[in-house]
């Protein structure tokens, strides 16, 4: 097929290419460059550095998945933060939730935050709810200023590179710890089993220094090196496996589902001696 | 990163690269193009008219995955069929399987079975194995003249055009069903949730009616499209999530596991939607 293809290296020698039928937005922001392109396969696609961020058509299984297992494994999500996650979907799956009364994102970009509202009302549509307020700012930042102030905190970030790196660093999972009420839980993205091994261990292992609770979640990314995609989880107290998922509320969602709040947790031998 | 990049397009608009270090094989077959290449990411790589096939790196995730869900579902799976698999991956995970007597392969291409014992020797090892036999001959062939012989049959094919599109019908299923024992067992790789939403909808339509028990597996292959992959099993009497999972054998799996084996069970909505 001839045109106009995006490519991304997702990884040394592997990249994934995407027919573009569109350019929609381009901009260099203080932070990174913001694309949002119209794609052929996955509608479209949040770009930043050039690097896959989302996409209208895959979105769902990342935001859902960064976001329910934390809120349901929590008896009483009322106050949610969000770092980064400036597209809105992960917001958006927040302020679904029946016991959440106030979600909070923090981004450093508002030109994500622009672009979104713009070209992806799909998944910047979370903004407009009454719950959500969003800051401008350093999430580490404001992290490190918060204290035992709330019940779920979500790092939806980019890769460890940049500006993100210090959202993957043992410091800031203490400042989170800090950040959060005394049974609060933090759930962040962690990249790939198959290509970011050592990155999950340590954090794995950082968590677990830090937090009681510690555990991984897998889910499918189409768009993201691999499919196979990780979130970290750590809890001051309470146990994802140990959720009645009966009480769980049927929210809509087409990857995570009561069935799936289990599931998830099931590590292949590959992944879980990274965890041990 | 410059040089020698293999390209296959995935799907309309979708495409994955990877990086070759050297193309060790290439020949046209009476059936195909058979290529294996040494890639920079994923070691070394079968392509079938330039489709990934399999790769030295993740082959252990397909090859456990189409295997011993179904061979632990079954309490005695003595003789086991496996249509295609020419890569000898699959029979390689059979023949582990302590309870197996007898595992045979039928690949209708003998110059994939020749390609891959001399370059992809970590799959191919499993033809050496006494229980195993090779036949060279046309698998759809083969089961409408087997009756009632077979404990496990595994179709371990390529993707649903030209030769294989067979391997995808009713009338094969039908087949099937007839070649294996009255509580026999079979499994399918039946490709993507993501991009062959119909394609698996009408598999699993046409298995229901053939066999009492239908269910999908999945797991996670990252060099196929959108990474998240099924398996159709069809069973004549036995449920694979009824099994004691503490009676499954370790056979030093990477993906598969005893608790494996029950969560791959669990379908996400936009999955379980495909075969309600």
Known sequence: MIGVWFSELQQPGLAISCLVKEVLHHEK??????????????????????????TVKDEFVYHEMISMVALNTHPNPENVLV??????????????????????????????????????????????????????????????????????????????VGAAEGLFSANFYKSVHNALKEDGIFAAQTESPFFNRDLIKRINKDVREIFPVCRLILANVPTYPGGLWTFTMGSKKYLPEEVDIENIPDLNTRYYSKEIHKSCLVLPPFVKELVE
């Open 29 to 54: 922001s203080e932070y990174q460059d913001i694309k949002v392109v119209d794609t052929e396969r996955f509608g479209r696609m949040l770009l930043l550095d050039d690097v896959i961020q989302t």
């Open 83 to 160: 770092i980064g996650g400036g597209d809105g979907g992960t917001i958006r799956e927040i302020v679904k939730h029946p016991k959440v009364k106030k979600a909070t994102l923090v981004e450093i970009d508002e030109g994500v935050v622009k672009a979104s509202k713009k070209y992806l009302p799909e998944l910047a549509c979370g903004f407009d709810d009454p719950k959500a307020e969003v800051i401008i700012d350093d999430g580490i930042k404001f992290v490190k200023e918060s204290t035992a102030q709330f019940d779920v905190i979500l790092i939806d970030s980019t890769d460890p």
